[in-house]
């Protein structure tokens, strides 16, 4: 990857941390059975491709299959230039009879809150994360029963952690804010998925980070679409959403997908936005909309007004 210009960034809510604004999140390193195949080869491609481009926070979960494993091989040695943030709450046990997505079950114990911690940094080779979330936005009622979040703290504490935070979606999520124990929100938004659209103004407004997935819609609008449309909306959805806000006169020469992107960084209370990919060149595709960052404000106004208009 050739030497890239500057991208721009934000701080990360109360953490501190400076973040790129475009993020990376290493689902597309699960492997088979619940992903594409992955070689060794192109995971170290990609990863490397990743920190040499700039960015600077790398987002990946227990029940990404072998991504943790892959981050740990081949970023170990570079563990000083980016930040690394996980899930917990994700069964680190022996495997059992996979949900209705096909992922392992999620147990909220203090157990298994440990159990997942002490096997992502072994995993990943080293002695911290920078930020743990909860996965699946468990209830706070949830994260008391069995002393899920004392076990997440008490990591934090111990310096294994460094930020504790939450992926969290309604109806949940402003439960989960108003606790204000979470440093960073893990939300999912986009153009075509706006239901979380004030709910990351609110967590920013309580001081904590703002990381979106789905910044995208998972590729969905791409005529050479890597991944699957957003959680509970077809690709046919989320086409059939673009097509109805009329949309295509305002992209100005940019692709849909770009457009797009650079919807996401236009929501002002965003700090950073995880895309994940295993092709280099659509990474590169997503730097270039990176730099070239929010949109011009009367067309985020527009795009807003009539994708507002288009909702059922």
């Known amino acids: 990857m050739s030497e890239s210009t500057s991208l721009p960034m934000r701080t990360l809510g109360r953490t501190g ?4 604004q475009l993020g990376y999140g290493a689902m597309e390193l699960r492997g088979a059975p619940r992903g594409r195949p992955i070689d ?5 491609r990609i990863l490397n491709a990743v920190l040499d481009s700039g960015i600077n926070y ?7 299959g072998v991504s943790e494993e892959l981050i740990g091989r081949h970023l170990a040695d570079r563990r000083s230039e980016y930040l690394l943030a996980s899930k917990c709450g994700c069964w680190a046990g022996e495997a059992r009879e996979p949900t209705a997505d096909g992922r392992q079950p999620h147990v909220f114990t203090r157990e298994n809150v440990v159990a997942g911690v002490e096997q992502s940094l072994r995993r990943m080779r080293t ?3 920078d930020v743990v979330q909860f996965h699946a936005s468990p209830s706070p009622a949830t994260l008391q029963e069995e002393g899920a979040l004392d076990a997440l703290l008490g990591l934090q504490r111990a310096g294994k952690v460094r930020f504790v935070g939450m992926s969290g979606t309604l109806p949940n999520l402003p439960d989960q804010i108003a606790m204000d124990v979470f440093d960073v929100f893990q939300i999912p938004y986009s153009a075509v998925q706006r239901e979380h659209e004030a709910a990351i103004s609110s967590a920013a407004r309580h001081g904590a980070g703002t990381v979106i997935r789905g910044g995208t819609a998972r590729g ?15 690709t046919g959805q989320v086409r ?16 849909r997908q770009e457009f797009i992107l650079r919807f996401t960084f236009s929501h002002p209370d965003m700090h950073t936005t995880i895309v994940g990919t295993s092709d280099v060149g659509h990474l590169e595709a997503n730097l270039a909309a990176a730099r070239k960052g929010a949109l011009p404000a009367d067309v ?3 795009a807003k007004r009539r994708l507002s208009a288009a909702s059922p």
């Not at 060794?40 to 170290?44: F, G, L, M, N, S």
């Not at 059939?240 to 692709?255: H, R």
């Open 17 to 20: 941390l400076l973040v790129t």
């Open 40 to 44: 060794d080869e192109q995971a170290k």
């Open 58 to 64: 790398i987002d990946t979960s227990i029940d990404y």
């Open 127 to 129: 002695d911290y994360l």
């Open 220 to 234: 969905a609008l791409a005529d050479d679409k890597e991944n699957s449309a957003p959680l509970g909306m077809s």
């Open 240 to 255: 059939d959403i673009w097509a109805q806000a009329d949309l295509d006169d305002l992209l100005d020469g940019a692709s």
């Open 300 to 302: 985020y106004a527009e």
